[in-house]
């Protein structure tokens, strides 16, 4: 018998092997006592056995094994170079264990070995693990999953997500029952309809209270999940690589990092450690210390018509409203009058820019505003010089089907890649340019696990030339979004919606994972081009001013009350920002269905800010308490409404938060809740909190 134990403080991770055979997880959850005996909880774990069952359980391994009977999903399908399947049977080789554990273990006859690293982050409780497969010959592989954990009985459903363009982050409460919840995302990219995340609450879990494990795939490709109650019961997660990713017979694979944790806390707990992770583990900073500038940028403003005084004069009225970065998007390259050509040809457009970017530029420098740059460097468009002259660049068949009238590139090329880096790093090298706005608006024409590597190459090998180039990913919105791509860039677009409505939502969801850091928001047109639905500018502003703030509209059609809204809630954001960058977002529990409202807190729980959105019209005359959270019940807390002018004239009340702030205590706070004004749907509300 075999025992190996991890500890984070939040969490314990128990591990245990009968003999020599693959190591199954006894325990997951809070933190166990020091002396627990482990040998005694490999024993209380057992299942019992009776009629029409074998006389003993199969193993719910790291690597379930078919060739132990294992009654469900095996971890692993492999075959041998001629194609005949292997069906290994894997014992213990090797173990360190410290705060870390590395666990190998070897099948002789089939020359395969296994190993298993977990990593524990004591100050994110986020555990990251990988599996990887040894050959000593080539082999064919099929499918290989991150070591498996088990899922907790207590439990009735399981949150996953799903999407669309303008509408990422969709959730999914799918009951437990006998049998798979299957889930693969084959389009070669993460996927707006797959983020890889899945929250399995134990019954009763709200987002603020009870218990929840979390799961996500830190990878940029196509991925699979499986979640399977098995007949006697047991429930297992699996994740790996989209099946069959890998075209080629080779002698390692490995998994993406799963990322993992526990939770007494409800979903929060869960998002606070993803959040956490992502933004001090993941990320990799340029400038650690710089605070997150406000974004302009001019793609909604003009598209393809690039004109430099049209530019210029709106970088101004941009910088005059607070912004700090200038973007220039799609339309500045080749012959980009459309969507329909040049991709690729990554040269500045002589007929926009006769004396290239430089007077833009400058102008923008002179406004004490950064600058950035669309590209999209993966893609290709048939009507290209490039596509031209190396139609054999092209990933995919000569018919196949087109997205936005391009094709991607095979980035699995090495010669693509050095064309790619060799223009981009030119376009870096000759112009002052701090921030890439690095897009990839279609799905693959098939998965291949080469075309992801290949990807992250090319942006690694432009993040050592270039260190001080910020990177953001987008893909039409939020169609690349997960903890392989943002190992390499600082922030996401998480949606191509700027319609608040949209975004209020998509950005309580994705809060599950992300954190205000790197998620990017943006004020829209006053009629939103993607949903055509107008918007009052106050509720605009405050939705942009929950995350990473920036404007995407032509600032020419503001009037002056939207000017001196968007300036007012830019300059509360900017005085902010120093902290809420290091806030956690914790969603509340609405008693309202019609009000979608977060806590940022500080982690020293000294200072929030609470964003009460009102999405619909409520069943309820009178607002209903909203319930705060993680807060000291014995302490007073200061409270104030940040933006009380905002009341409607229907709001007739006399309440303490309209006539000034209130001192209340925790305890209040989080047990009967915070009464605010009445308000018109579509509106929000903005709440400060100070502890006395």
């Given amino acids: 018998m075999k025992t190996w134990r991890l500890d984070d403080g939040c969490q314990t991770l128990v591990l245990a092997a009968r003999r020599e055979r693959l190591p199954e997880v006894v325990y997951w959850g809070a933190v166990l006592p020091k002396d627990e005996n482990l040998e005694t909880l490999l024993a209380a774990h057992a299942i019992d056995v009776t009629g029409g069952m074998l006389d003993e359980n199969p193993d719910l391994s790291l690597s379930p094994e078919a060739s132990r009977t294992f009654p469900g999903q095996p971890g692993l399908i492999v075959h041998s170079e001629n194609g005949t399947p292997l069906l290994p049977k894997f014992c213990f080789l090797s173990a360190e264990n410290g705060s870390n554990l590395t666990l190998k273990y070897r099948d002789e006859d089939s020359g395969l070995t296994l190993t298993f690293v977990f990593e524990t982050e004591v100050h994110t409780n986020v555990i990251r693990a990988i599996t990887v497969l040894n050959s000593d010959a080539p082999v064919h592989l099929h499918w290989l999953a991150a070591p498996v954990m088990p899922a907790p009985q207590q439990s009735e459903e399981m949150i996953d997500f799903s999407g669309r363009w303008c509408r990422e982050f969709e959730t999914n409460r799918t009951a437990w029952s006998p049998g798979i919840r299957y889930r693969e995302n084959r389009t070669g990219r993460t996927g707006h309809e797959h983020f890889p995340g899945l929250i399995v609450p134990v019954t009763g879990a709200t987002n603020t209270q009870g218990e929840a494990y979390a799961f996500h795939y830190g990878w940029s490709g196509g991925h699979r999940m499986i979640a399977e109650e098995l007949p006697d019961g047991r429930r297992q997660v699996q994740w790996g690589h989209a099946a069959r990713m890998e075209t080629e017979a080779a002698t390692e694979f490995s998994t993406a990092p799963l990322f993992m944790t526990y939770s007494n806390s409800g979903l929060n707990g869960c998002a606070v450690s993803f959040q956490r992770h992502v933004r001090d583990r993941v990320v990799t900073w340029p400038k650690p210390d710089r605070p997150r500038p406000v974004h302009y940028n001019c793609w909604e403003a003009v598209y393809f018509d690039h004109k430099i005084d049209v530019l210029s004069d709106i970088a101004d009225r941009a910088a005059k409203l607070g912004a700090e970065r200038f973007v220039l998007d799609d339309g500045w390259f080749g012959n980009r009058d459309d969507d329909t050509r040049a991709l690729s040809d990554w040269e500045v457009d002589e007929r926009k820019y006769p004396d290239g970017l430089d007077p833009l530029i400058d ?84 998965p291949d696990a080469t075309q992801t590597r290949g990807s992250y190459a090319l942006i690694d090998r432009l993040r050592d030339a270039f260190p001080d180039v910020e990177i953001e990913s987008c893909a039409s919105g939020g169609g690349r979004i997960d903890f392989g791509i943002l190992k390499r860039t600082q922030r996401v677009w998480l949606s191509d919606s700027n319609d608040a409505l949209e975004r209020l939502h998509i950005q309580h969801n994705a809060a599950l994972f992300l954190p205000l850091s790197i998620t990017g928001s943006h004020v829209g047109p006053r009629k939103c081009h993607t949903s055509g639905r107008t918007l009052d500018i106050s509720f605009r502003a405050w939705v942009a001013a929950q995350r990473h703030m920036g404007f995407e509209m032509d600032p020419r059609e503001l009037d002056d ?43 020293s729980g000294e200072q929030f800010v609470v964003f009460a959105g009102k999405a ?54 989080m047990h009967h809740g915070l ?12 709440i400060e909190g100070k502890r006395l």
């Fill in 616 to 669: 619909a019209t409520s069943a309820q005359v009178a607002p209903r308490p909203l319930r705060l959270t993680a807060l000291d019940p014995g302490a007073l807390y200061e409270v104030t409404l940040a933006n009380r002018s905002s009341a409607s004239r229907l709001s007739r009340g006399i309440l303490a938060l309209k006539d000034g702030p209130a001192t209340l205590s925790g305890a209040y706070l």
């Fill in 363 to 446: 102008h923008v420098h002179s406004l004490g505003m950064s600058f950035g740059i669309w590209f999209e460097p993966e893609m290709i468009n048939p009507d290209s010089d490039i596509h031209r002259a190396h139609p054999d660049w092209a990933l995919g068949s000569e018919d196949q089907t087109l997205g936005r009238q391009q094709k991607a590139l095979n980035m699995a090329l090495p010669e693509v890649r050095n064309f790619l880096f060799d223009r981009m790093s030119a376009i870096l090298r000759d112009y002052d340019i701090d921030y890439i706005k690095w897009d990839h608006n279609r799905v693959l024409p098939m």
């Fill in 561 to 603: 009350h939207e000017i001196r809204v968007l300036t007012e809630v830019t300059n509360w954001w900017k005085h902010n920002r120093s902290w809420m960058q290091k806030a956690d977002i914790l969603l509340l529990d609405s008693s309202d269905p019609a009000v979608i409202a977060e806590q940022q807190i500080h982690p």
């Fill in 675 to 686: 009464t605010l004004p009445w308000a018109f749907p579509e509106t929000m509300w903005v």
